[in-house]
């Protein structure tokens, strides 16, 4: 069985590979790419903090930094999540809401406020 080439472009998001990324970008629409839960490679970068990989997919790929999870979380929701201040910053000052709620009504502030970033 061939390995799905979606996968392999969000494991190399997860995983900080930026090699890999921009070689799976030439691929496939990386803006369009998601998980089976809605996550995109940039929700993953922003949830491990890896500011590099989220530069490339905003800059250079074109992903929004308002797109919403199956749960409606943005990539600014999950930077907050995890206190990764540097790529909070940088998805805010490329337009991310940082008041727009999930599902749960939780939001990017809610979750800096909990985890104190």
């Known amino acids: 069985m061939a390995p799905n080439p979606a996968a392999i472009a969000l494991l190399a ?9 921009k070689k799976m970008s030439k691929k496939m629409d990386l803006r369009v790419t ?3 839960k809605g996550l995109n ?3 993953f970068a922003a949830n491990k903090g890896s500011l590099e990989i ?6 250079d790929v074109g992903v929004d930094v308002n797109s919403v999870s ?14 990764n201040l540097q790529v909070a910053r940088y998805l805010l000052d ?8 999930s599902e749960r009504g939780l939001t990017p502030l809610h979750n800096a406020a909990e985890h104190g970033a």
């Open 34 to 36: 998601k998980d089976p």
């Open 54 to 59: 989220c530069k490339f997919l905003v800059e």
């Open 94 to 101: 490329h337009g991310s809401d940082p008041a727009k709620p």
């Open 70 to 83: 199956s749960v409606g979380a943005t990539p600014m929701f999950y930077a907050a999540l995890k206190g």
């Open 13 to 21: 998001a997860l995983d900080g590979n930026l090699r890999l990324l």
């Open 41 to 43: 490679a940039l929700h």
